[in-house]
């Protein structure tokens, strides 16, 4: 961390306050002004009482709205796309068992902006918020790292924020219906990747090979959803299904289903994992735990509560959000790993969030300046915040990963 701070020069012959200072003290801003809402003069006053140096009103917002310091943040925060990581003892284990080389969780999420900043950044539904900004991000779900992210108008469509499909070579990206695309798939087929997701409602699939779960001679050669399919609300069904594009055929993977007593229907999931058909829906949940990662933004980490309209500031703040959970997971990771392998599984992501955020001075301290005595505070700190990771009722309540873990070993 230290390295990567480093790298930005906090020599500013114009400003009282040095870049790297500035840059440091906006990403840990948050942990003062827990109200409803924030200010920029409320961030500057921060900034101010931080680092001792009286900063005017007018200089502070000019010196935000510079292309200067936006740079400065996109750098910054892609030189940490998947450097500041951590592997916690159980990932070689369960990535095994499915043989992959990482799990990656893919979703977006809006954050509403002021009505002026509407013609930047436009929302889909001007009755909900007229202008809101868009974080389309890749977490790898072990390492406790941001893979790939990239920042968009909330008009966005979710297929236009996908990650390179190179870089999913021998991994896992499990993803939502948003991301439901034909050719898609089959592109991270080709390049030898694994994907997971939902199957869109009456989606044109054709049964080439009834696995499990129903009779061959009814469904094979049919659409999967052209024929009436059997309540048997205690069986897995798995079949290998066709896609085509434009009357031709693209691809084949399986496709399984799994019954849902709320619903009373069966839900269905596309995958070319190899993994057992049971494995499928417990994988599929771990999706859930990129939503406590997006929660810890709006929450803990305030980036919900963007103030401005200025495109400039809007992008500052939301790369200091980032920037910090890009610190707070692995370092949960790494303070994970001194317990016991049952309680590596049950970390919450966004108690990763509120650990950074009662330690975000001494973060300050550590990063701006070269003391020793700054850094032992620093761990000193995480260490003492280190059981406040764990979600409490751990024991009582059995985590997603806990449940795909012994489900993998189950089957190994």
Not at 179 to 193: R, S
Request: glycine share 4%.
């Amino acid at each position: 961390m230290k390295s990567r701070f480093a790298h930005i020069s906090n020599e500013d012959a114009r400003a009282t306050v040095g870049t790297r200072d500035l840059i440091t003290t906006l990403i840990f801003c948050f942990s003062r002004d827990r109200g409803n809402f924030r200010t920029l003069d409320c961030i500057r006053k921060f900034v101010q009482s931080t680092l001792g140096v009286s900063i005017s009103r007018g200089g502070f917002w000019e010196r935000l709205a510079t292309q200067k310091l936006q740079k400065i943040f996109e750098e910054l925060t892609a030189s940490m796309v998947n450097k500041f990581a951590c592997k916690l003892s159980i990932t070689p284990q369960l990535l095994k068992i499915i043989n992959v080389s990482a799990i990656l969780l893919l979703d977006s999420s809006s954050s509403s902006l002021p009505k002026s900043a509407k013609e930047n950044f436009p929302a889909p539904r001007n009755n909900v918020a007229p202008a809101a900004i868009k974080l389309h991000l890749c977490f790898d779900l072990f390492l406790g790292a941001v893979n790939w992210f990239k920042l968009t108008p909330a008009t966005t469509h979710d297929r236009n924020g996908f990650p390179p499909i190179k870089s999913l070579k021998g991994k896992l990206i499990i993803f939502d219906l948003g991301y439901w695309d034909y050719q898609l798939m089959a592109d991270i087929i080709k390049i030898g990747g694994f994907f997971l997701s939902r199957v869109k409602t009456k989606a044109n699939i054709k049964v080439i090979e009834v696995i499990s779960g129903l009779p061959k001679t009814k469904f094979e050669g049919w659409g999967l959803f052209d024929r009436r399919l059997p309540n048997k609300k205690s069986k897995i069904v798995e079949v290998i299904g066709q896609f085509s594009l434009n009357s031709k055929p693209l691809f084949t993977t399986r496709i399984i289903g799994f019954w849902n007593p709320l619903s009373q229907q069966y839900h269905w999931y596309a995958t070319n994992l190899l993994a057992p058909a049971e494995l499928i829906y417990p994988l599929y949940r771990l999706r859930w735990q990129i939503e406590l990662v997006f929660k810890s933004f709006k929450s803990c980490l305030r980036l919900a509560d963007l103030p401005t309209a200025n495109p400039k500031i809007i992008y500052v703040l939301t790369y200091a959000s980032l920037i910090a959970t890009m610190i707070a997971h692995p370092i949960a990771n790494i303070l994970a790993l001194e317990f016991k392998k049952e309680k590596q599984m049950t970390p919450s992501l966004q108690r990763a969030g509120m650990i950074i955020v009662h330690c975000a001075q001494d973060f300050i301290q550590f990063l701006i300046s070269n003391s020793a005595t700054a850094a032992k505070a620093l761990i000193d700190k995480l260490n003492l915040q280190k059981k406040e990771i764990f979600d409490p009722n751990w024991k009582k309540r059995e985590t997603s990963l806990a449940q795909a873990m012994q489900l993998a070993e189950d089957y190994a």
